[in-house]
Nanobody, 125 residues
Framework: QVQLVESGGGLVQAGDSLRLSCAAS????????MGWFRQAPGKERAFVAAINWSGGSTNYADSVKGRFTISRDNAKNTVYLEMNSLKPEDTAVYYC??????????????????WGQGTQVTVSS
C-alpha cells in the first residue's frame, strides 16, 4: 500500500510563490502517474495538475496554467507543485494522488487510487 505525504503549504500573500512536495513510499513510484487536486471550503475537490510516469507529459487546469508547474524526481520518490503568482482563489487544501496507470495525466479523481492527507495553502489579498 502506497503512502503519500504532502508538505510545503502555508500562508502567503497574493503574488507570492510556494512549492509543495509529495513524498511516496511503499510502492514503485516511478511507474505511476501522479496528480495534484485541491479543495476549497464549501467546494468540491478540483483537479490542479497531473504528470505521467516519466515526467514527459503534464496536464493542468485552466485556472493554474502558466502559473503552476508539476514535476517529479523518481530517484527521490517525490512529486512537486511549484506555484507562482498565487491568488486568493488558490486558497485550498492541496492533495497529491497516485494513478496506477502510469501513462495517464487524468483530470478525474476517480482514476487515482491513493491520496495524501493534504496540506493547507492560504493566500491573503
Amino acid at each position: 500500500q502506497v503512502q503519500l505525504v504532502e508538505s510545503g503549504g502555508g500562508l502567503v500573500q497574493a503574488g507570492d510563490s510556494l512549492r509543495l512536495s509529495c513524498a511516496a513510499s511503499g510502492r514503485t513510484f516511478s511507474s505511476n502517474a501522479m496528480g495534484w487536486f485541491r479543495q476549497a471550503p464549501g467546494k468540491e475537490r478540483a483537479f490542479v495538475a497531473a504528470i505521467n510516469w516519466s515526467g514527459g507529459s503534464t496536464n493542468y487546469a485552466d485556472s493554474v496554467k502558466g502559473r503552476f508547474t508539476i514535476s517529479r524526481d523518481n530517484a527521490k520518490n517525490t512529486v512537486y507543485l511549484e506555484m507562482n503568482s498565487l491568488k486568493p482563489e488558490d486558497t485550498a487544501v492541496y492533495y497529491c494522488a497516485l494513478d496506477p496507470a502510469g501513462w495517464h495525466t487524468s483530470t478525474s479523481g476517480g482514476e487515482y487510487s491513493s491520496w495524501g492527507q493534504g496540506t493547507q495553502v492560504t493566500v491573503s489579498s
